[in-house]
């Protein structure tokens, strides 16, 4: 008889949670990289999706994505958003527009009903220095790989949720022991990969990857590609992402003077991730 009182009292104090939407959901982190795809899922779902609301929010600017189950078609980016059958929300052809803090909202007869269910969207990416027209044998080079993140702080993320960054070459093989590769210490979110190219280092690929309690969730791979010298009209940098191969060119045009000046991306400080996430422009002579 008393289990029975105690399983009913643990009955009606779940239904008085449900009513007054004191039930926690716990945060979620997602990772994703440039033309690639994710799914944020919704954790307080109910039933269908007609009560599910999805907001977006980064540098406290916050928009709504999802109003009622419907597509807000208002937004920049509603052509790459869908809403799954279980109402999470799915990315296709991913930016660095895109990480950020997203919240799925349950509204019930026109009341906020119940606890948010938060996640968090990381974005990774790998730049180079110096450019692509200037890499050749024999050349130093510098990749630099950044997790971007907003409204959760890089030592959450490194101390309480195990995230680490990474390098491997093609094969798999990590490169955080091999003497060849000066790789700055671990602990950031971000990091930095330093060598001197040889000659059977072109179409190699290093990767820089996610990893969370030991789990990989993204990646990022830069492909060394030895330009012609002679060319330096432009620089060419090629990315592959989750298969995916990319190319940014930029083309030296009114910034140049003449031909043998090249416009490079680069960061502000070697060792030290740009302020304000911003990428920083250069000017080279070569």
């Known amino acids: 008889m008393a289990e029975k009182c105690h399983m009913c009292l ?3 104090i779940l239904f008085c949670s449900l009513l007054t939407g004191t039930i926690e959901v716990d945060d979620t982190h997602e990772f994703c990289s440039s033309g690639g795809s994710v799914r944020l899922p919704c954790n307080n779902a109910l039933s269908d999706c007609t009560s599910t609301v999805w907001t977006y929010s980064r540098h406290s600017k916050t928009a709504e994505l999802i109003a009622l189950g419907k597509k807000k078609t208002d937004t920049e980016r509603h052509e790459r958003l869908s809403l799954g059958s279980d109402c999470s929300l799915n990315i296709t052809k991913v930016t660095k527009d895109d990480y950020g803090s997203y919240s799925c909202q349950q509204y019930v007869n026109g009341q906020h009903y119940g606890s948010d269910a938060r996640v968090y969207l990381h974005f990774l990416h790998v730049s180079v ?3 692509s027209s200037q890499i050749r044998n024999g050349s130093s080079v510098t990749l630099f790989c950044q997790l971007y993140h907003d409204q959760v702080s890089c030592d959450t993320l490194v101390r309480a949720d195990g995230v680490q960054l990474i390098w491997e070459n093609q094969a798999g093989v990590s ?3 091999d003497s060849r590769y000066q790789i700055s210490p671990p602990g950031n979110c971000y990091s930095t990969l330093t060598t001197t190219l040889l000659d059977e280092d ?3 690929e290093w990767r820089c990857l996610v990893t969370q309690i ?3 969730k993204t990646s990022a791979t830069y492909i060394v590609r030895y330009s012609d010298p002679a060319d330096s ?3 060419t940098v090629d990315f592959m992402t989750d298969g995916s191969l990319f190319r940014d060119c930029s083309v ?3 910034y140049c003077d003449s ?3 090249s416009l490079y991306k680069s960061w502000k400080e070697e060792l030290s991730p740009p302020k304000g996430n911003r990428d920083v422009y250069s000017i080279t002579m070569k």
């Open 10 to 12: 643990l009955g009606l």
């Open 129 to 131: 220095s110096p450019s």
């Open 175 to 177: 490169l955080q022991t």
């Open 202 to 204: 072109h179409n190699t």
């Open 214 to 216: 030991n789990q990989v």
């Open 233 to 235: 009209t432009s620089e």
């Open 252 to 254: 030296c045009g009114s």
């Open 259 to 261: 031909p043998s000046e």
